[in-house]
C-alpha cells in the first residue's frame, strides 16, 4: 500500500519522466513513483521516494538497513557511498548492484540512493528521513543519470501554504 511522507516537500520532475500510483506498479511502501517510459528495456527505470519519522538520525545505519532489506530478494553490493548535504539537511548517497529478477528474467540493476534528513518540526528528537532512489538497469544509466541529479536538486521543504 502507498504510503505519506513525513513532512511535505516539492520538488520537479525532469521531461520524460510520468508519475504512476505506487500500488499499481508494484511499488508498494512509496509515496511517489515516476516511470521513465523512454527506457523500457525489460525493466522500466524509476524514481521513488519515501520517507518515515525516526528518533536517531545515524543516515549510514539506514543506508545499511536498505542494503539489508533489498538483500532479502536479490544479490546487493555496495558501489559507492558518500556523506554530504547540508547543516540544515544532511544527506548520504549511495550506489547498489543488484542482481535479481524480474518477470522469472535475471537482471542487472544499480539503485542510486539519496537520504535526507529533515529536523521534525513538531518534535525536535525526532527527524524525518526523506529516501529518493533511481532504479535502473546499467544500460539505461546514461539516458536517466542527469535527470535523477536534476530531480535531487529541486527537493526542497514544502512552503508554508502547500497543501
Known amino acids: 500500500m502507498a504510503t505519506t511522507l513525513p513532512v511535505k516537500i516539492e520538488f520537479s520532475l525532469p521531461e520524460g519522466w510520468q508519475p504512476a ?3 499499481e506498479v508494484g511499488a508498494p511502501g512509496v509515496a511517489f513513483i515516476a516511470l521513465h517510459p523512454d527506457s523500457r528495456d525489460n525493466f522500466t527505470a524509476n524514481i521513488t521516494i519515501a520517507g518515515k519519522i525516526r528518533g536517531e538520525a545515524d543516515l549510514v545505519a539506514l543506508a545499511h538497513e536498505s542494503v539489508q ?9 555496495v558501489a559507492k557511498q558518500a556523506q554530504g548535504g547540508t547543516p540544515e539537511i544532511p544527506a ?3 550506489t547498489l548492484r543488484i542482481s535479481t529478477s524480474v518477470r522469472g528474467f535475471p537482471v542487472e540493476l544499480v539503485q542510486s540512493q539519496v537520504y535526507l534528513l529533515m529536523q521534525n518540526v513538531h518534535d525536535p528528537a525526532e527527524h524525518a528521513v526523506i529516501e529518493l532512489a533511481l532504479t535502473a538497469k546499467q544500460s539505461q544509466l546514461d539516458q536517466v543519470a542527469d535527470d535523477f541529479e536534476e530531480f535531487v536538486r529541486s527537493i526542497r521543504p514544502a512552503g508554508p501554504d502547500a497543501g
Not at 532489506?69 to 553490493?77: F, H, I, Q
Request: net charge negative.
Open 21 to 23: 500510483p505506487p500500488d
Open 69 to 77: 532489506r533489498l538483500s532479502e530478494g536479490a544479490a546487493v553490493s
Open 92 to 94: 548520504l548517497t549511495q
